[in-house]
């Protein structure tokens, strides 16, 4: 993110720390790991911003060192069926917290707790490592030593949320909840296995976040104005070659690189079907549009409008990979516009064509535009529509 502060890669620490008058909460459904946090956090401070404002959850799951080693060795044996993982452990934390063997953020307090809850812990992963992965195993008390160092350091933050969210329910203060991935990367709706470890749509958001989804006054659905893609999986409208450069806009400080893993990350056309499915799952009224700018130099510019499977024309993804191998993407052709949009602040004034694709985007979504993105930069949004 680019803001009057500077260039900002943040995975952890929520976006409107920049805000000092943003209460900025790490809710109950997230995994955390302490140690990336905490180097978010002193990169943050040593540019000099406030983060006083920041609140995390007791209830979140940490994220072991363990969990880490064990999201690389399974990668490793899946082989050439690897998922494309970050690597940073986060599915095993996930699949530790359903288990109900996780450690949790307050855990970190009291090295006494931490010890307690630790202890049978390692004992089952030390024999898991030793006995399946052939593997390093783990010491009990140079883990609940570290881990509570880490506690330590950001006890100023933890704490029960709970309180806080419902006060400011309570008290009608408006509300952001920001989640990670997308819609098609749902453990449930998505492209499984290819897919995160939670639910990254509006049902974990409110989950997460300890809301009621009545409580909910609207949603607002992200979208690229084309489509990107990290790891492996399906990817119908995906492109190669000098589209895909284009697209990439590399060698920019916004190009398509995983913040997380930097990995180029794959790119292809809008996908006007998975755009339509996460939008009628998740209940979204509004849409913000980004990176509009990217297509600026592209004289012509496809949309996904539909998927073929053996011959026959779908309207929502299917439920396997292997349909997806079969699947092919129903294009739409519509002039580009070959003209610089990131100067342009009303709609208006944009390129007709330009207004006519965020309009066919709308249309094929089920949504209204709310704003549009020409730049990375707080001041290149266009607000089509009020946000609510």
Known sequence: MV??????KLNLVPAGIFEPNTVNIVGNGTVVNPKHFIGE???????GIV???????????????????????????????????????????????????????????????????????????????????????????TLVAEYAAYGQRLA?????????????????????????????????????????????????????????????????????????????????????????????????????????????????????????YAAQLNGIDRLALTKLDVLDELSEIKICVGYRLDGQIIDHPPTYADEYDRVEPIYETLPGWLAPTDGVRRRQDLPVNARAYVERVAHLVGAEVSMVSIGPGHDQIIEVLPVL
């Open 3 to 8: 803001n009057r502060h500077g260039t900002f």
């Open 156 to 276: 100023p933050y933890i704490g029960d949320i709970y309180g806080v969210v419902q006060a400011a329910l309570a008290a009608k203060t408006p509300m952001l909840l920001e989640g990670a991935q997308g819609v098609m990367l749902d453990i449930d709706h998505g492209t499984y296995p290819f897919v995160t470890s939670s639910m990254p749509g509006i049902a974990g958001a409110c989950q997460g976040a300890g809301i009621a989804p009545r409580a909910l006054d609207h949603v607002m659905g992200v979208y690229k104005a084309f489509t990107s893609r990290v790891g492996s999986g399906p990817f119908p409208s995906e492109v190669e070659g000098a589209t895909a450069e284009a697209l990439r806009q590399m060698g920019k400080p916004w190009a398509e690189v995983g913040t997380t893993t930097g990995r180029l990350r794959r790119v292809g056309w809008f996908d006007a079907v998975a755009s339509r």
């Open 41 to 47: 956090l002193d990169g943050l401070i040593a540019r």
């Open 51 to 141: 983060v006083e404002n920041l609140r995390i959850s007791d209830r979140a799951h940490v994220v072991m060192p363990y969990h880490v080693e064990q999201d690389r060795l399974d990668e490793l044996l899946r082989g050439d069926a690897k998922i494309g993982t970050t690597g940073r452990g986060i599915g095993p934390a996930y699949a530790d917290k359903t288990a109900r063997s996780g450690v949790r953020v307050g855990d970190l307090r009291d090295a006494v707790v931490l010890r307690r809850v630790l202890t049978p812990i390692v004992a089952t992963k030390n024999k898991l490592f030793a006995d399946f992965y052939n593997a390093p195993t783990y010491d009990l008390d």
